[in-house]
């Protein structure tokens, strides 16, 4: 079987309003869950009470996922300030040579 090679390169990503998207996320999450606990009684009596538990686990990894976003959306700023700082600083010297 011969190996697969691409025709072209692959786009870049598509970056968007991520921490917004995961923090909405993560408040739905929290939101089914407090809509659902008052019904415990009767997701209790059915077999349904992970239903709750999976709403509260899925606001519980949101957290985990807001502070990973965040925190990486803070790289990729530094990243670009430290690369435009570096195209300045060359800039400059090719300027003054």
């Not at 072209?8 to 991520?18: D, K, Q, R, S």
């Not at 990243?79 to 003054?96: F, K, L, N």
Request: aromatic share 14%.
């Amino acid at each position: 079987m011969a190996k697969w090679t691409p025709k072209h390169e692959a786009p870049e990503p598509l970056e968007g309003p991520v921490v917004a998207t995961i923090t909405g996320g993560t408040i739905a999450w929290f939101v089914l869950f407090l809509v659902q606990l008052p019904f415990y009684g009767w997701f209790d009596e059915h077999g349904h009470t992970w239903w709750v538990w999976t709403c509260l686990a899925g606001g519980g990894l949101g957290l985990i996922g807001i502070w990973y976003v965040r925190r990486r959306d803070a790289a990729i700023k530094r990243a670009q300030a430290e690369e435009a700082a570096a195209e300045a600083g060359r800039a400059s010297a090719a300027h003054t040579d």
